[in-house]
């Protein structure tokens, strides 16, 4: 009789140091992805602080382009407006978050192409150094969407295995989404003026 008391409480003991283990990955897993969540809206209002002084800058230079200004002030109020709660993360949310900064990628890119058409903003030392930077935080941006995906895929699979699915599923651990290339994004933007 005793030794099958024992013998309860030490497989009680394993699956509980188990369970516990478990949970432990998949809060740390979690964490992961919710950190690399935090990280892609750290750059992406790192491009909404950049935003304004670029805008200023071109502003001197390109009076006729109003209308393009204009829309990079629309489409960064826009993108700074929507914020993503990991804790209350929906697709649809993502999905509007995504899309802001979509609008707001695309007026950059209008904004961008003007120093083309434009020989004196080229000649231009802060318009320059400030495109360098823009272009430098959409590529932070687009390494921080990486590594989100990355966290959330790992994320996913460990709260999907077996036998912690188990375990995710009565402590709440719910599947995360990921960032997606936007509708359309597959076929490169034509600039005209």
């Known amino acids: 009789m005793k030794k ?23 809060v740390g897993v979690q964490e992961s992805a919710t950190t690399a969540l935090a990280n892609v809206q750290s750059a992406y209002q790192r491009r909404a602080d950049l935003i304004p002084n670029l805008v200023e800058t071109v502003k001197g230079y390109a009076k006729h382009e109003q209308e393009t200004l204009e829309n990079v002030i629309s489409a960064r109020s826009k993108a700074t407006q929507i914020t993503l709660d990991p804790e209350n993360m929906t697709p649809e949310k993502l999905q509007e978050f995504q899309a802001a900064q979509g609008e707001l990628g695309s007026a950059l890119g209008k904004l961008i192409a003007i120093q083309e058409n434009y020989p004196d903003l080229k000649a231009n030392e802060n318009f320059k150094d400030l495109q360098v930077q823009l272009e430098g935080t959409e590529n932070r941006i687009n390494e921080a969407r990486n590594k989100f995906n990355l966290a959330v895929q790992n ?39």
Do not use: C, H
Not at 4 to 26: D, E, F, K, T
């Open 4 to 26: 099958s008391w024992i013998l309860l409480i030490v497989a009680a003991l394993v699956i509980g140091g188990w369970a516990a283990s478990a949970y432990n990955s998949m």
């Open 155 to 193: 994320y996913n699979q460990v709260i999907r295995a077996f036998p912690k699915n188990i375990l995710a599923g009565l402590f709440g651990f719910d599947k995360m989404t990921k960032f997606e290339a936007e509708a359309g994004a597959q076929k490169a933007p034509e600039v005209k003026f």
